[in-house]
Every structure is written in C-alpha cells, then in structure tokens.
C-alpha cells in the first residue's frame, strides 16, 4: 500500500469516527427543543463534512480549504440552536494534518479566532467557549500525532521491506558461497581420480578400477553434500573434514602433516572452518603444484584460535608463485564467512608455496 493510499484510509477513518462527534450538535435541542427546518440544516452541514475530504479531482479542496468550510458549516448553523462549535472543533482538527508549521498556524489562527468572536458575540458563556477552544487544540494535537505516527509506521514498513530484501540477498550470496565450497572441491577430487584411472589404462585394469569406484562414491558425496547445502545442513564433523582432506593430499601424491587438535577450534566456529578448510585444501590440488601440506591448529599469545595452512612446492619460480596465489570467488567466500566471526584471513605467496594463515576473534 503507498503512503498516499495509507494517508486516504486513514483519512476516511478518522472522518467517520469524528461523525460521532457531531451528535453533539443537536443536544441542545433536547432541552430547547427544534424545528424541521433545522433538523434539514444540521443534516445537510454533516453530509457536506463527511463528503468533502473525498472529492475527486479537480474538485478536491486542501486541507487548509477544507477546514475553513467546516467553520463555515458551523457559522451557517449558529441560528439554529445546536452546539455549532463541534465544527470549529473539527476545522482545529483538520488543520493538525497540514504537514508545514507555518501553514498550520496560518489556517488555524483565523479559525480559533473566528470562533472566539462569533462566541462572544452570540453570548455562548465563556465556560463553554473555554471548554471548545481547549477540545479543540486536544484534537489538533491529537490529528498531528497520529499523522507523524502513521507516516512513521509506513516509514518503518519500507525499511522493513528493504531488510527483507537485503537479507535474501545475502542468504543467496551464502549460499552461492556453500554451493561453490561444496561443488568445486568435490568435482576436483572426481577430476583427480579420473587421471588417476586414465593413467592405470590399459597397464592396471584393476587400479583403474578401484578408481573408478572411488569416483562413483565422490560423486554420490558430491550430490549429497549438494542436497544438504540447499537444505542449509552441515555435512560433516572438522575433524572429518580434516580426514577426508588430507586422504585427498595424499591420493594426488602430497604428503601431509597435521600439527595440534581440531578441539582447539571454537566449536560455533565449525562450519566456517570446515568450508575454509575444504577451499583451501582444494587450492592445493587446483593450483598449488605443492609436495607436503602442513595443518596446524593451535592457539595464539591473546588465545585466539588459529589454522595454519602451509604447502611447499620443490620448485620455484616467479610464475608458479603467481599462478598458485590467486583469489577467486572462494577466497572471497572464506572472507565473508570469517567476517561474521570476528576473524581474519592472511595469504602470504612465499618463493616455494603459500602460507594461509585463518586468525578467529574472541567474541562469542
């Protein structure tokens, strides 16, 4: 709903709800008694004050207008014996939704003052005079509060639709993030072992084989790592993660070594480790050309919890260097993710290898 159809609603809600009000005119008349003629008026000075907020077009008054024509209305019904000030009240209360200060005071000033003259001049009392002019700043009040509360509600409605927005979008960055983790380091293992079998034909039929089994056991991994991620379902255990990592290291020809624990790892930051780790260990076999891969866990001097990760190539030349330090969307991915956990993600490209150094915060 836009604020103009918002403000139309709350407009007609409010007029016929203050119609109500307008029963007041005739209570006089219980103790002074009435004609037709004036049943006829007081009638047809309601009908015009429920009409006229709603008139189309060209023939839509302002609100400052408006409020002028229900003093009007209720100076034309002063003969006629009512409580006529009910529409002073109401042109107060009318004048409270004009937005501008200035234009505000402007439309009501001649107004009240209108008002305080006719009532002196026809002898309404002072009491009752008082009585009018103090309901009648009450509802401008009033009117001007619930105006700035409505246009603060549709305010508060857009910025939660922004929310809303913004937060589909990150959930779709995320698990843009997870797919590519899962997928890229999975469909690199099944490329590795579909060498692996090629290299075993037409020599070892039985190694290539045992490949192609392993293949079919990856690719189901693969798929069910796919499922889980659109599920939102961590797949596996750090320690797990860590197992099948350094299997993988180890079948493409990399020794490996692991230093400390993964216990030493926060566990509200598993995930996010398991998906730095998984993206890492596929960097090593994508692009790194590396003989060893060290993993450490360990904790630092302020006890922050840190992940090392270290490969060594045998040769080294500029061009290897720059080839195997390369950030795509999953480096990107781990600095989102560590992001959230108040960590840091160091890539130092040293002459024989890359040092991946994940530093995690102490907040909770």
């Known amino acids: 709903m836009s604020e103009t159809q918002g403000l139309t609603r709350a407009a007609l809600v ?4 203050f119609a109500f009000y307008l029963l007041l005119y005739p209570l006089p008349w219980l103790a002074r008694g009435t004609t037709p003629l004036a049943v006829i008026a007081f009638l047809c000075g309601a009908g015009i004050f429920l009409v006229l907020p709603f008139l189309p077009g060209r023939f839509a008054l302002t609100v400052g207008l408006r409020a002028g024509v229900y003093a009007l209305i ?22 409270g939704a004009i937005r501008s200060r200035v234009s505000r005071f402007c439309a009501l000033a001649p107004i009240l003052a209108a008002y305080g003259f006719l009532s002196w001049r026809f002898d309404e009392g002072l009491i ?26 549709e305010a ?27 997928l890229g380091h999975s469909l690199t293992l099944i490329a590795l072992k579909a060498d692996l079998a090629l290299r075993h034909l037409p020599d070892n039929p039985q190694g290539a084989a045992c ?16 499922r889980l991620a659109v599920s939102a379902i961590r ?7 860590l197992a099948d990592g350094c299997l993988a290291l180890q079948d493409a020809g990399i020794s490996v070594a692991v230093n400390g624990d993964t216990t030493l790892m926060p566990p509200r930051s598993e995930a996010v480790l398991i998906m730095v780790l998984r993206e890492a260990l596929t960097n090593i076999l994508r692009h790194a050309g590396a003989e060893t891969c060290s993993i450490t866990f360990r904790r630092n001097a302020r006890d922050q919890a840190e992940l090392e990760i270290r490969d060594t190539r045998s040769r080294e030349t500029e061009e290897e260097i720059t080839l195997s330090f390369r950030e795509g969307n999953g480096i990107t991915g781990m600095r989102a993710r560590l992001v959230e956990l108040d960590g840091s993600l160091v890539i130092t ?10 530093t995690l915060g102490n907040a909770p």
């Open 14 to 17: 409010r007029r016929f709800s």
């Open 74 to 95: 209720g100076t034309a019904l002063i003969p006629f014996g009512g409580y006529w000030g009910i529409f002073f009240i109401s042109a107060a209360a009318t004048c």
């Open 128 to 153: 009752g005079s008082l009585i009018t002019l103090i309901v009648a700043l009450g509802v401008l009040t009033t009117t001007r509060l619930s105006m700035d509360l409505h246009r603060q509600n």
């Open 156 to 182: 508060l409605a857009a910025a939660q639709e922004e929310i809303r927005a913004l937060t589909l979008m990150t959930e779709r960055e995320r698990f843009a993030r997870d797919l590519h983790d899962t």
């Open 211 to 226: 490949e192609l089994q392993e293949i079919g056991e990856k690719t189901r991994q693969a798929l069910a790592e796919t």
């Open 235 to 241: 797949l596996t255990s750090l320690k797990q993660e």
């Open 349 to 358: 490209p040293r002459r024989d290898g890359t040092t991946l150094l994940v």
